[in-house]
């Protein structure tokens, strides 16, 4: 279990990690946000996002219509007093079909965009950095300079599975994020409530189990393989964490040493620890008997 500790989030954290990926995601401190006219806009040239779904479109034209452009788009001017968007094209097109005149924007220049990239690049390869703020890093990376995860992975040396898994962190409910940014819970233990998501619900039990009972990764697993076995009722779920029942206690009083029952998705298998191979002959010899 990692211990309680402080880490370099501090009181900012959900600012940060919003649920929705607002614009603080986007938006330094003191920066400033303009109103630019649509048609002052155009789509990068190098934008690998070619298709966009005309519902979903329409859908987020719908709600811009009620709340207005939530997150600013990034852009960049270039030489023709317009301005191409480095980030937010989907919300520029519905932004014209809600029939907006002007849309807010943070303007960058070429320069500033390179720097910024690359700053982010060096903050992610940082060895203090926790998990929660790589996984932060790499989707402002993706999102507001339109990086696909695999040249993302190619440029910091990672896998691209190792990229997706961090990423994936930020899709914890908020009360798992706050306690791995405090260390009560693991990574491990984060990608195991992440396995439950389609069940909020048990999601928050097994945190609270994790915790308030101080269970393992392998606890913890082990309960979300109970859940994904279809095995709904809470106390036969809770069962299966555990690895001593009175069978195994008493068969392990009988040799001496540590017995333990490890469920899996069928059945499961029984494990005798022994320390020394003399140790196993004489296991093996008690149990010919």
Request: proline share 4%; hydrophobic share 40%; net charge positive.
């Amino acid at each position: 279990m990692a211990t309680n500790k402080k880490t370099g989030l501090g009181r900012g954290f959900e600012a940060l990690l919003p649920q929705d990926f607002n614009r603080e995601l986007v938006l330094e401190p003191g920066e400033k946000v303009q109103k630019i006219a649509l048609d002052k806009l155009h789509p990068n040239e190098y934008q690998p996002r070619v298709h966009f779904d005309e519902t979903a479109l329409e859908e987020l034209a719908s709600s811009i219509r009620h709340f207005g452009v939530v997150q600013p788009l990034v852009v960049s001017p270039d030489t023709h007093d317009t301005y191409s968007i480095i980030a937010g094209e989907r919300r520029w097109r519905a932004s014209k079909i809600a029939g907006l005149s002007h849309v807010p924007v943070i303007v960058r220049s070429s320069k500033e965009l390179e720097q910024l990239e690359i700053a982010i690049l060096e903050n992610v390869q940082r060895v203090d950095l926790s998990a929660l703020e790589q996984a932060a890093s790499i989707e402002r990376l993706h999102r507001e300079f339109g990086a696909r995860y695999d040249d993302i992975a190619k440029r910091l040396g990672k896998a691209p599975s190792t990229v997706n898994n961090i990423v994936r962190l930020l899709q914890l409910p908020q009360a798992a994020m706050d306690a791995l940014a405090t260390n009560k819970i693991s990574e491990g233990h984060a990608r195991a409530i992440l396995s439950l998501k389609e069940q909020p619900e048990i999601q928050h039990r097994l945190l609270e189990l994790i915790v308030g009972q101080q269970w393992s990764v392998r606890q913890a697993e082990r309960y979300v393989a109970a859940h994904k076995d279809g095995l709904d009722n809470e106390q036969t779920a809770h069962a299966r964490v555990h690895t001593e029942n009175p069978v195994t206690k008493a068969l392990s009083k009988k040799i001496g040493t540590k017995v333990s029952v490890r469920r899996m998705a069928k059945g499961g298998r029984l494990e005798i620890s022994f320390k020394t191979d003399d140790e196993l002959t004489k296991i093996i010899q008690l149990l010919d008997r």
